[in-house]
């Protein structure tokens, strides 16, 4: 199984500022993907990290509020921009390697915006 | 519409009963996988087991077990002699074949406390 690492795993800011999440798989990975889990809530889908290519968004999210980047095929970033108190969440990030169809987590990062 | 649907919110238990989370999938595709995983207070997903939609055979883990029919596209997930260590909040999900993305769709998960 990939291990995944997240950094930072929780930061606390202000509104208005951007937050940079980074995201470290242990091993080359087909595909990277970012999800969503706001406080008491199942976990939403904002993208697919796609490498060397912009990324596939979902329904609701943008590219402009979630910019994401995927330089290579360990490492990705999620960027949580203008933010908000409604962006409070934690953001994790997961992988899948080639065909085995299992996607695997990191630890997340909890975000709080004041 | 691909839509997973958990619904028990919580349950709550003590220690060495058996307890069975629920999970019911709605999907058009044939070929597509479900998933089970754990999410434990400290927030990180731990995978629990992967099942494909032409495998409906059950399927045993220690205290773990899962039940898969697709005739009532169910995929149930039983703790066997329950453990305080279960209490955690678990999700059912749902892939669409990988050739389409193979994105994720989890249930609204279902919180499990085990009482001492």
């Known amino acids: 199984s990939a291990v995944i690492s997240q950094k930072p795993s929780r930061d606390i800011c202000q509104r208005g500022t951007s937050l940079t999440i980074q995201c470290q798989v242990d091993?080359?990975?087909?595909?990277m993907f970012w999800y969503r889990q706001q406080p008491g809530q199942s976990l939403t889908l904002i993208a697919t990290?796609?490498?060397?290519?912009?990324?596939?968004?979902e329904s609701g999210f943008v590219i402009d509020k979630f910019p994401i980047s995927r330089p290579n095929l360990t490492f990705s970033t999620l960027t949580v921009s203008n933010m908000s108190p409604e962006d409070s969440s934690i953001y994790l990030c997961?992988?899948?390697?080639?065909?085995?169809?299992?996607?695997?987590f990191g630890p997340g990062t909890r975000l709080t915006v004041l | 519409a691909q839509k997973v649907t958990q619904a028990q919110t919580e349950i709550s238990v003590v220690e060495k009963e058996d307890v069975t989370l629920d999970c019911v999938y709605e999907t058009r595709d044939t070929t597509y996988y479900l998933f089970w995983y754990k999410q434990p207070p400290s927030g990180e997903l731990v995978f629990l087991i992967r099942?494909?939609?032409?495998?409906?055979q059950n399927e045993i883990s220690g205290r773990y077990s899962w039940n898969f029919q697709k005739s009532t596209s169910s995929f149930n997930f039983t703790i066997t002699a329950s453990q305080v260590v279960d209490s955690a909040v678990y999700f059912c999900a749902l892939s669409e074949a990988y050739n389409q993305g193979g994105k994720l769709i989890f249930g609204q998960g279902t919180e499990l406390s085990v009482k001492p």
């Open positions: 099942r494909n939609s032409f495998d409906e």
């Open positions: 990290a796609n490498q060397g290519s912009e990324a596939t968004y």
């Open positions: 091993s080359q990975v087909t595909m």
């Open positions: 997961s992988a899948r390697q080639g065909g085995s169809g299992t996607q695997y």
